[in-house]
């Protein structure tokens, strides 16, 4: 049961987060064209999603980044602020799977932007990317004696390929966002790109490097190379604001479908990406 907890000085933070987190859901899950997604055109690689799901589990999840934010709030890394926010998280995950019908639809994004929105609001003042990647890793290197012991999907794509997943993405601070999806988008941007184009080229830099455990859970490492090929072939192109770079995205989109792909992973961090682009908006406490 995720706590209720009263308005003062970490729960204006911790609302300002959790409302930030949720709309970088929904915008994440309105980008389109994005290949094997759901997006505003239909389900792409899905036969159990859909844009109307995605943005009912993203709103059923605001509760948690709150609670997560809140518990975070001004806390140093700790072994107990880790279970705390592990807890948080599961909590969380049920809330999804009440929403979506026992569909998982976020549970990567929670891991990954739980664990931002937190490092977020243990050092307020302190909102680059980098800095709060760093905590975020902190928080992620700690161990987490509460959590099930029931493997996932990710976990066994990860012990079966030699990958690090979701996992080790944060670890490692994130890198496909701080070296990868960030700097992509702000380069798309400052090249004059729209941003649904400057969000699709930071989507597509991830997919090009990413180990994505949902592609290889349901692909092999023959599907991982399948889409980081396909996508680098895109950005090389010009990216998706040219016509070469559209023409790839199509053909790339295309096979994808044809052997049911989705990039779920690189999604969750575009997500996450798109959240820590726009903390610097929220006002200082």
């Not at 064209?33 to 792409?44: Q, W």
């Not at 601070?173 to 969000?199: K, N, V, W």
């Not at 895109?234 to 995205?249: E, K």
């Amino acid at each position: 049961m995720l706590p209720a907890l009263a308005p003062d000085q970490a729960g204006q933070l911790a609302g300002q987060l959790a409302l930030l987190a949720c709309q970088c859901l929904l915008d994440e899950a309105h980008l389109a064209p994005k290949p094997g997604l759901v997006d505003s055109r239909g389900s792409g690689a899905h036969s159990d999603l859909n844009l109307e799901l995605m943005c009912r589990s993203a709103r059923a999840l605001q509760p948690a980044f709150f609670a997560m934010a809140h518990a975070a709030w001004q806390q140093a890394p700790s072994t107990t602020l880790r279970e705390q926010l592990g807890s948080l998280g599961r909590a969380g995950e049920q809330a999804m799977l009440q929403a979506s019908g026992g569909v998982n639809t976020h549970r990567g994004a929670i891991w990954a932007i739980g664990l931002l929105v937190a490092a977020a609001a243990m050092d307020s003042s302190q909102r680059q990317s980098d800095a709060v990647c760093q905590r975020a890793a902190a928080l992620a290197q700690l161990p987490d004696r509460l959590l099930p012991a029931q493997p996932r999907k990710g976990d066994q794509a990860c012990r079966r390929y030699g990958v690090g997943g979701a996992r080790g993405e944060a670890q490692q601070g994130f890198p496909h966002i701080t070296q990868l999806a960030l700097p992509t988008l702000h380069a798309s941007r400052a090249h004059g790109d729209g941003e649904t184009h400057a969000r699709l080229n930071a989507l597509l830099a991830i997919m090009s490097r990413l180990d994505d455990t949902c592609l290889l859970s349901r692909g092999g490492m023959a599907g991982l190379t399948l889409v980081q090929s396909g996508a680098l072939a895109v950005l090389d192109a010009g990216g998706v604001a040219t016509l070469p770079g559209r023409r790839r995205l199509y053909q790339l989109e295309k096979a994808m479908l044809a052997e049911r792909l989705s990039p779920g992973g690189a999604a969750d961090l575009l997500a996450a990406t798109l959240l820590l682009d726009r903390l610097p908006q929220i006002a200082a406490d």
